[in-house]
């Protein structure tokens, strides 16, 4: 069945990198999107990538697809506190109206 | 610039108790969809609409009910409300070419 995985924590200094991993298994997926979500508020779209690409990047983010493994990665640049969030990996999937969400990394920045 | 609006963003209701959430969006965006998040979780859909049309999950209790009457506005109603309802109820609008979702900020419901 569908399914979306990611890993739960992640804990990093504030000025390196994250990195945050999901993998999917619905191969079909057109599209695969991250989204952020900060304590008591909705779910914003950080950004999305399509099936064909393999890396796209948006200011400090960069989105690496890997349709073999069904494997996508999230990297933010230079991690600052205002970073700190539940992200979401999600995939397209039962058409195009449906999204399956992964169960959210938490990523804390510490000093 | 608020695209989707929920209503209230906090609600109390007793159990049993009916409750109706809102949802508006300024987005013309033909889907909207209603999800249910509890702690620590990922969101669970619950339905969306296509236009008028109505798409039930298959896991989605009878307790749940929406309604779209036009474009821009969808309620959630909560028939009879369950200490195991309280969540954070998101909704979400999708009309762009990229298909991606767009949330409005939720409205956390407890059940005493």
């Known amino acids: 069945g569908e399914d979306v995985e990611q890993s739960l924590f992640l804990s990093v200094r504030e000025g390196d990198s994250s990195v945050i991993n999901c993998t999917y298994t619905?191969?079909?997926?057109?599209?695969l999107y991250w989204y952020k979500q900060e304590p008591g508020a909705g779910l914003q779209l950080l950004t999305y990538i399509f099936s064909n690409m393999d890396m796209k990047q948006d200011q400090r983010l960069t989105v690496l697809l890997n349709k073999k493994d069904k494997h996508l990665s999230l990297r933010i640049a230079d991690t600052q506190t205002g970073d700190s969030a539940i992200y979401f990996c999600?995939?397209?999937?039962?058409?195009?109206?449906?999204?399956?969400f992964g169960a959210g990394t938490r990523l804390a920045v510490h000093p | 610039d608020a695209m989707v609006i929920q209503n209230p963003r906090y609600q109390v209701t007793q159990f049993g108790k009916p409750v109706t959430l809102s949802c508006s969006q300024t987005l013309n965006h033909n889907v909207m969809y209603w999800y249910q998040q509890k702690s620590s979780q990922a969101p669970k859909l619950l339905f969306h609409y296509y236009d008028k049309d109505f798409n039930n999950e298959a896991d989605t209790p009878d307790n749940f009910q929406s309604r779209r009457p036009n474009t821009s506005f969808c309620f959630l109603d909560i028939r009879s409300p369950g200490l195991g309802d309280a969540a954070m109820y998101l909704c979400?609008?999708?009309?762009?070419?990229?298909?991606?979702?767009?949330f409005g900020p939720g409205t956390r419901l407890t059940v005493t």
């Open positions: 619905d191969s079909s997926s057109t599209y």
């Open positions: 999600a995939e397209m999937s039962g058409g195009y109206n449906k999204l399956i």
């Open positions: 979400a609008t999708s009309g762009g070419q990229t298909y991606e979702q767009y």
